[in-house]
């Protein structure tokens, strides 16, 4: 199919996130790109919000404690560090990207601006508070949201066409989470637009997890 047949969005796969400039496309990409994508957030946060007309930042956040994987936190520690390390992180980008936290507070529509998902916030047995709880709340202290600014705990993800602001989830459960985007990209006539992204994967040793 042609360019213009198809919707191009820029994919955010897992582990990754960057701040992006719809009105800086690499050429090898159709210049009218104006989507940005993230799915598969089983256990991991998905967040974008809009810095200005032609800027968001999106990412595809995954936590964990290493070697095992582990996603549950123990100590208030480990909390904190999760915390402190995804803080820092968005700090630097905004940094080296030359916006601040201040100048998305102030964009007309904010914190609509803002989306946020994550399935797993507790565990299963809602015993313990997952990673992303916390990566969740260095989001929120960093953008200033209010403590019970909603997160979408039942999408695995969302398309979002930055121009206009409109959102749509990817829903979560059910079946096959690959059938679930599959079928989405098509009910939407999408097509994917790669882009170089930085490393979104946080590993965290802990001797509680070993």
């Given at each position: 199919m042609s360019h213009s047949q198809k919707t191009y969005y820029i994919d955010v796969p897992e582990g990754a996130g960057n701040t992006y400039d719809f009105?800086?496309?690499?050429?090898?990409?159709?210049?009218?790109?104006?989507?940005?994508?993230?799915s598969?957030?089983?256990?991991?946060?998905?967040?974008?919000?809009?810095?200005d007309n032609e800027r968001?930042?999106?990412?595809?956040?995954?936590?964990?404690?290493a070697p095992g994987k582990v996603r549950f936190v123990k100590t208030q520690e480990d909390a904190d560090k999760i915390k402190r390390i995804v803080r820092g992180k968005l700090e630097r980008e905004s940094s080296a990207s030359n916006w601040t936290a201040a100048e998305v507070r102030q964009?007309?529509?904010?914190?609509d601006t803002v989306?946020?998902?994550?399935?797993?916030?507790?565990?299963?047995?809602?015993?313990w508070k997952q990673t992303g709880y916390y990566v969740v709340e260095a989001i929120k202290e960093f953008l200033e949201l209010d403590a019970d600014f909603p997160v979408d705990s039942e999408s695995q993800?969302?398309?979002?066409?930055?121009?206009?602001?409109?959102?749509?989830k990817i829903p979560n459960g059910g079946v096959d989470h690959a059938e679930k985007l599959k079928s989405f990209?098509?009910?939407?006539?999408?097509?994917?637009a790669n882009l170089n992204l930085d490393s979104w994967t946080i590993a965290l040793d802990s001797v509680e997890y070993a």
């Open positions: 009105n800086n496309i690499p050429p090898a990409l159709p210049q009218n790109t104006q989507h940005i994508l993230t598969g957030c089983h256990t991991c946060v998905g967040v974008y919000f809009k810095i968001c930042f999106c990412a595809h956040i995954n936590a964990m404690f964009r007309a529509g904010f914190p989306v946020l998902v994550c399935p797993m916030l507790y565990s299963n047995d809602e015993r993800g969302f398309l979002v066409h930055h121009a206009s602001g409109q959102v749509k990209l098509a009910a939407n006539n999408l097509r994917k």
